[in-house]
């Protein structure tokens, strides 16, 4: 079994910082590329920031500059550090990833909150 486990997520007021983790555990052989996903109330997940193994970074446009995303591949570990975040950055934010197992396939964390707000 593989799971990834999420933590780092809060409330902070607009401009704050706060570091996301996710951690991978289980029976894994190699983890290819990693991401964090986001979820605002009625609206649709996307891609926030993903790695490949290699270190290879993408962001979407409405992070650059302000999120980055990295990973220690011998902890199994994906971090997003959020600088100067704002109230539209509110939403549960998931881990993503891509792992060589018994059954290779795309893992997600089970989420955590982060709140952007005065």
């Known amino acids: 079994q593989v799971q990834l486990v999420e933590s780092g997520g809060g409330l902070v007021q607009p401009g704050g910082s706060l570091r996301l983790s996710c951690a991978a555990s289980?029976?894994?052989?190699?983890?290819?590329?990693m991401g964090w996903y986001r979820q605002a109330p009625g609206k649709q997940r996307e891609l926030v920031a993903a790695?490949?193994?290699?270190?290879?970074?993408n962001y979407a446009d409405s992070v650059k500059g302000r999120f980055t995303i990295s990973r220690d591949n011998a902890k199994n570990t994906v971090y997003l550090q959020m600088n100067s975040l704002k109230p539209e950055d509110t939403a549960v934010y998931y881990c993503?990833?891509?792992?060589?197992?018994?059954?290779?396939?795309?893992?997600w964390g089970q989420g955590t909150q982060v709140t952007v707000s005065s």
């Open positions: 289980g029976s894994i052989l190699r983890i290819n590329d």
């Open positions: 790695i490949t193994s290699g270190g290879t970074t």
């Open positions: 993503n990833a891509h792992i060589y197992s018994t059954v290779t396939r795309g893992y």
